[in-house]
């Protein structure tokens, strides 16, 4: 069984599972609040589960708060490339009542070359006028261009003229649609300035965000065809007293991944429930 990783003087958040194929460990990420200030976030910890021992590890704190003194949130899990190499983990740092800061709230990724071993955040985007939370991260197959992002897509599978290192970071927001944010580097570096993707109306809510081939698997070599599915509430924040109401919780599938612009290019819908209130 899961066990609980928290403590009578702390709150946990937003805990998100995770299997690595290849060693068959099973990863809990969740953000722990520290001591005397029970704000959302804090510090993102993790626990391991080892497959042959059935036995968790003791927690190991990956991403401080006292980095900054500043909370740090998790609301989406893993996403791993598809050459297996990068794990990315999004977060971002949010303001509690206790903070002693001068560091913005913003945006970013946590990033393990090894698997889970050890991590290393990246990226500090902002918007003036809203929050970027709750992000949700995909790995793209279009051609890297150089509009930001680092990396110019030097290293490309030039066998089927595809980019190897193109990510999108898609986030929730005050804004009444969701931004996007890409990277040419695997999220290395990003683009300095958030995007709004008009397609995709969203009430303040979080949405998810996974790449699937035919077979519910990616497709490594770039071939067939590869879908983006999104989960989300595709409507824009609803008038008082039902500002806080979500319906229309939908899933949302892309079949291409090139994303140049924004997703113009989403033709299919499944209503999954009618309604959903928080």
Known sequence: STPKPSSAASDVYKRQLHTCAETGKTFLFYSQSTKNCRAPGGDVKVIVLDPETQKWSAPE???????????????????????????????????????????????????????????????????PNTWLIEQSVVELTSKATNNGGGGGGDENDHNNNISVNRIAMFCRTAAGHVFRIDSNDLGATWE??????????????????????????????????????????????????????????????????????AICDMFFVLKLYMSETT
């Open 61 to 127: 704190t990956i991403l401080p708060y006292s980095k900054g003194n500043i909370n740090k949130v998790i609301a989406n899990t893993v996403t791993v490339t598809r050459d297996q190499k990068t794990w990315i983990l999004p977060f971002w740092r949010e303001r509690g009542r206790c903070d002693n800061t001068e560091v913005s709230p913003s945006a970013g990724v946590l990033i393990s070359k090894d698997k889970g071993k050890t991590w290393k955040a990246h990226g500090s985007i902002t918007l």
């Open 192 to 261: 300095h300035k958030a995007k709004p993707v008009l397609a995709l109306p969203n009430p303040n809510a979080k949405l998810t965000m996974k790449t699937f081939g035919p077979s519910g698997r990616y497709r490594a070599d770039g071939g067939g065809k590869n879908w983006i599915v999104a989960v989300m509430n595709d409507h824009k924040e609803l008038p008082q007293p039902y500002r806080r109401s979500r319906s229309k919780l939908r899933l949302i599938v892309s079949q291409h991944l090139q994303f140049e612009n």
